[in-house]
Protein backbone atom coordinates (compact mmCIF):
# COMPACT_ATOMS: atom_id res chain seq x y z
CA UNK A 1 0.00 0.00 0.00
CA UNK A 2 1.03 3.35 -0.67
CA UNK A 3 1.37 6.00 2.33
CA UNK A 4 -1.82 8.09 1.14
CA UNK A 5 -3.63 4.36 1.05
CA UNK A 6 -2.38 3.94 4.33
CA UNK A 7 -3.68 7.20 5.18
CA UNK A 8 -6.87 6.63 4.09
CA UNK A 9 -7.32 3.19 5.85
CA UNK A 10 -6.32 4.69 8.99
CA UNK A 11 -8.95 7.09 8.98
CA UNK A 12 -11.61 4.62 7.54
CA UNK A 13 -10.62 2.38 10.62
CA UNK A 14 -10.39 5.15 13.15
CA UNK A 15 -12.27 7.48 11.53
CA UNK A 16 -12.35 9.98 15.14
CA UNK A 17 -15.38 12.11 15.64
CA UNK A 18 -17.15 15.48 16.32
CA UNK A 19 -15.82 15.43 20.55
CA UNK A 20 -12.12 15.66 19.43
CA UNK A 21 -10.79 12.40 19.10
CA UNK A 22 -8.36 12.34 16.05
CA UNK A 23 -8.40 10.19 13.03
CA UNK A 24 -6.44 7.41 12.77
CA UNK A 25 -3.93 9.21 10.46
CA UNK A 26 -3.32 12.23 12.84
CA UNK A 27 -1.69 9.49 15.57
CA UNK A 28 1.46 8.40 14.46
CA UNK A 29 1.41 4.96 16.43
CA UNK A 30 -1.18 4.00 14.44
CA UNK A 31 0.60 4.66 10.99
CA UNK A 32 3.62 2.93 12.50
CA UNK A 33 1.84 0.01 13.13
CA UNK A 34 0.10 -0.12 9.88
CA UNK A 35 3.35 0.52 8.14
CA UNK A 36 5.08 -2.11 10.13
CA UNK A 37 2.38 -4.55 9.97
CA UNK A 38 2.65 -7.97 7.59
CA UNK A 39 -0.69 -8.61 7.73
CA UNK A 40 -1.46 -9.89 4.19
CA UNK A 41 -5.51 -8.04 4.17
CA UNK A 42 -3.54 -4.41 4.33
CA UNK A 43 -2.39 -4.90 0.92
CA UNK A 44 -5.43 -6.96 -0.05
CA UNK A 45 -7.16 -3.69 0.60
CA UNK A 46 -4.90 -1.44 -1.58
CA UNK A 47 -4.84 -3.93 -4.75
CA UNK A 48 -8.95 -3.68 -4.53
CA UNK A 49 -9.74 -1.61 -7.66
CA UNK A 50 -12.41 0.25 -5.35
CA UNK A 51 -10.58 1.44 -2.65
CA UNK A 52 -9.43 3.73 -5.47
CA UNK A 53 -12.64 5.25 -5.16
CA UNK A 54 -13.69 7.47 -1.96
CA UNK A 55 -17.10 6.51 -2.35
CA UNK A 56 -16.83 2.54 -2.11
CA UNK A 57 -13.91 2.43 -0.05
CA UNK A 58 -16.07 1.65 3.02
CA UNK A 59 -18.12 -0.90 0.86
CA UNK A 60 -14.20 -2.86 0.41
CA UNK A 61 -13.62 -2.70 4.13
CA UNK A 62 -17.33 -4.57 4.69
CA UNK A 63 -16.21 -7.15 2.02
CA UNK A 64 -13.11 -7.82 3.34
CA UNK A 65 -14.72 -8.68 7.00
CA UNK A 66 -16.90 -10.72 5.68
CA UNK A 67 -14.33 -12.67 3.69
CA UNK A 68 -11.06 -12.85 5.75
CA UNK A 69 -13.10 -11.93 9.69
CA UNK A 70 -10.30 -13.14 12.04
CA UNK A 71 -7.84 -11.35 9.64
CA UNK A 72 -9.62 -8.25 9.56
CA UNK A 73 -10.39 -8.10 13.15
CA UNK A 74 -6.93 -8.69 13.95
CA UNK A 75 -5.66 -5.53 11.99
CA UNK A 76 -8.41 -3.53 13.80
CA UNK A 77 -7.22 -4.95 17.28
CA UNK A 78 -3.37 -4.22 16.33
CA UNK A 79 -4.50 -0.82 15.54
CA UNK A 80 -6.84 -0.07 19.26
CA UNK A 81 -3.98 -0.26 21.55
CA UNK A 82 -1.37 2.97 19.76
CA UNK A 83 -4.78 4.89 18.97
CA UNK A 84 -6.13 4.49 22.36
CA UNK A 85 -2.71 4.69 24.28
CA UNK A 86 -2.16 7.89 21.91
CA UNK A 87 -1.72 11.40 23.84
CA UNK A 88 -4.34 13.35 21.45
CA UNK A 89 -6.59 10.26 22.36
CA UNK A 90 -6.30 10.20 26.34
CA UNK A 91 -6.61 14.44 25.98
CA UNK A 92 -9.45 14.30 23.63
CA UNK A 93 -11.36 11.59 26.01
CA UNK A 94 -10.75 14.45 29.19
CA UNK A 95 -7.87 11.72 30.72
CA UNK A 96 -4.18 13.04 31.82
CA UNK A 97 -1.23 11.85 29.39
CA UNK A 98 1.21 11.88 32.42
CA UNK A 99 1.99 8.37 33.70
CA UNK A 100 0.44 7.58 37.15
CA UNK A 101 3.82 7.43 38.78
CA UNK A 102 5.16 9.08 40.43
CA UNK A 103 2.46 11.23 41.30
CA UNK A 104 -0.10 8.81 41.60
CA UNK A 105 -4.12 8.90 40.90
CA UNK A 106 -6.24 11.37 42.96
CA UNK A 107 -8.47 9.34 45.46
CA UNK A 108 -11.33 10.54 47.23
CA UNK A 109 -11.36 10.76 51.11
CA UNK A 110 -12.25 7.76 52.90
CA UNK A 111 -15.16 7.46 54.93
CA UNK A 112 -15.39 8.79 58.49
CA UNK A 113 -16.80 4.84 60.04
CA UNK A 114 -13.47 3.43 57.67
CA UNK A 115 -11.15 5.61 58.70
CA UNK A 116 -12.10 4.61 62.64
CA UNK A 117 -12.44 0.69 61.53
CA UNK A 118 -8.63 1.19 60.03
CA UNK A 119 -7.74 2.88 63.02
CA UNK A 120 -8.50 0.45 65.34
CA UNK A 121 -6.93 -2.39 63.70
CA UNK A 122 -3.57 -0.36 63.46
CA UNK A 123 -3.95 0.16 67.44
CA UNK A 124 -4.12 -3.91 67.77
CA UNK A 125 -1.04 -5.88 68.87
CA UNK A 126 0.44 -8.02 66.72
CA UNK A 127 -1.21 -11.80 66.18
CA UNK A 128 0.20 -14.54 65.90
CA UNK A 129 -1.18 -17.79 65.07
Known sequence: MTPVQLRQLADLLLPGDEA??????????VMLALT???????????????FAYPEKRQAVLDDMERSH???FRDLVLSLIKPYYEAGPVLEA???R???PQPTGHELAPMAADLT???AEIAARK????
Open 69 to 71: GQE
Open 36 to 50: ESTAPIIAQIGRHPD
Open 116 to 118: QAL
Open 97 to 99: TAP
Open 20 to 29: GLPPGSRVPD
Open 93 to 95: MGW
Open 126 to 129: RIWR
